[in-house]
């Protein structure tokens, strides 16, 4: 039968609007505890990412990308809410000890924070779902227990995430995670949940979904398979010989080399991960159709926990307040929008990513929701800009991994840090000074003036919670503190960090100093 070039015209007309009234999907990858330059493509020599550099590569990569806060919790709750950690409430990691729980010898008690995410926000994955959109999450949630679990807040289907940071048993199964069953004895949890990722995906590749996938990598406890471990021994055996791995900066020892074997297996563990979940909508055909987001929820560890890689030329790691705590890994690939393997220099946060994924998808804003969100969507495409604005964090306790109770505002290049201990302020210019080195807060301060008005409004209009005096603080065993570092930590540190470089694999279960196993920790 002759067809008429009137109706194939018609019938291509057609075809172009269902395609582009399809439905992108979205995956939505997070690391926890993954520095900014722990990638190779962000200019990492040791770790290997060649999945998470092909985001990158694909998208627009966020050069000056920010985490919500310098710790986990808070963070987690400013992607799914759009709002600041200090407008919800969660402005620490989830089991932090406060009140008459606190033990510590500081000058301040920690604020109280909130230990679940609010009901009363409508969370990106309700958003998603109430927009037809099927709704999945795995790995670490760290947003509350029992009520307040992902299916509570719009995810269909929950593997692996409950209350607590760290992984149930590590990172080898058997697992102890009680919302997930346990693998064949030595999974690897990272391969399970990008897995598990891909399983949704193949399952669901007809219809719309919001996938989120949530790594408990590279948090502690640090662990590595055997060949991974000899893999990247070798590759750090061969580096240059390093005489000073830590520096004392104020509070705490800071690494800073990356060469830890242990740590750069679990990076490329999650990276393979990654490339499961990504095979996935390959082999699906779906790769022109979805929205793919790469981020970590805070600073790579450089001191406390782990002290396991090194966030240079950041200052600091997580949970402090330089830029090491704060500046993460930030990709944004959406078929259409950008050109691929572009970068922007433009300040983005985490409430961000709320907006713009709706945006990107089509869907309408929710301004009564993101309010500390903007859609960076004009960015990406290059045709324009986003309104001028500065980017808050108010943290009131104190991180185990040096971190002090302070408020931060950036506006443009000029970053003001106020220290909630005594009220002290410094400044810094961020791109001339990417590792905040110079303070200029003597020399401007009709500058520190105005950014501090700006950040104490803020806080006040967040209704912000802050840390009280502690009548306990003991100011002798403090300073007390303070030598032993210097004079027994850093020593034992040095020392333990050469040896572990020479020692002997010790298995799946072992791990290196500062980890916790217990799933207690940050």
């Not at 690939?333 to 050109?339: F, L, M, S």
């Not at 105005?450 to 209704?463: F, I, P, Q, V, Y």
Request: overall charge negative; proline content about 7%; hydrophobic content about 35%.
């Amino acid at each position: 039968m002759k067809i008429s070039p009137r109706y194939l015209v018609f019938f291509a007309l057609l075809s172009s609007v269902v395609t582009a009234s399809a439905k992108p999907n979205v995956l939505f990858i997070l690391a926890d505890d993954l520095g900014w330059r722990d990638l190779s493509v962000e200019g990492s020599t040791f770790y290997e990412t060649p999945h998470i550099d092909r985001i990158a590569g694909s998208g627009v990569r966020f050069t000056r990308g920010y985490a919500g806060c310098q710790v986990c919790s808070p963070s987690r709750a400013a992607i799914m809410t759009g709002k600041a950690p200090a407008r919800v409430g969660i402005t620490d990691w989830i089991g932090a000890k406060q009140g008459v729980d606190w033990k510590r010898n500081t000058k301040l008690l920690p604020a109280y924070y909130e230990h679940h995410l609010p009901h009363k926000d409508v969370s990106m994955a309700e958003a998603f779902n109430e927009a037809g959109y099927r709704t999945f999450f795995a790995g670490k949630w760290h947003l509350g227990g029992e009520g307040s679990y992902p299916e509570d807040h719009g995810f269909e289907i929950n593997i692996g995430g409950h209350e607590k940071g760290s992984p149930p048993g590590g990172y080898f199964a058997p697992y102890t995670n009680p919302r997930m069953t346990s693998g064949p004895d030595g999974e690897a949890l990272p391969l399970r949940l990008g897995q598990e990722t891909a399983d949704f995906i193949d399952s669901h590749a007809k219809e719309p979904f919001f996938a989120y996938l949530s790594f408990y990598q590279v948090h502690g406890p640090i662990q590595s398979t055997k060949e991974l471990w000899a893999k990247y021994q070798k590759k750090a055996q061969s580096h240059e010989p390093v005489s000073n791995r830590f520096i004392v900066d104020r509070t705490s020892p800071v690494r800073q080399v990356q060469d830890h074997p242990v740590y750069a297996s679990m990076v490329e563990a999650m990276d393979d991960g990654v490339g499961l979940a990504l095979a996935a909508l390959e082999r699906n055909g779906l790769l022109d159709n979805t929205i793919i987001v790469f981020t970590s929820d805070n600073g790579g560890v450089s001191a406390g926990d782990g002290k396991a890689t090194s966030n240079l030329p950041l200052r600091g790691g997580k949970g402090r307040q330089w830029e090491g705590g704060l500046r993460e890994p930030y990709f944004i690939a959406a078929p259409g929008v950008g050109t691929p393997g572009t970068t922007s220099a433009v300040p983005a946060i985490h409430m961000d990513f709320y907006p713009t994924l709706l945006d990107l998808a089509g869907l309408p804003a929710r301004p009564e929701q993101h309010v500390d969100g903007v859609s960076l969507v004009s960015v990406m495409d290059e045709s324009g800009s986003i309104p001028d604005r500065a980017l808050y964090w108010h943290y009131p306790h104190y991180g185990n991994q040096g971190g002090e109770p302070s408020g931060v505002i950036l506006h443009k290049d000029w970053k003001l840090i106020r220290y909630y201990e005594d009220g002290r302020e410094e400044l810094y210019h961020v791109t001339r000074d990417i590792g905040e080195q110079n303070d200029l807060a003597a020399e401007q301060s009709k500058r520190v003036a105005a950014l501090g008005n700006r950040l104490s409004k803020w806080l006040h209009e967040t209704d912000a919670r802050m840390p009280d005096i502690n009548p306990h603080f003991d100011p002798v065993a403090y300073e007390r503190e303070k030598k032993h570092i210097r004079n027994v930590e850093m020593p034992k540190l040095e020392r333990l960090a050469a040896e572990f470089l020479e020692s002997d694999f010790v298995g799946t279960d072992g791990t290196w100093w500062g980890s916790n196993p217990s799933g207690e920790s940050d």
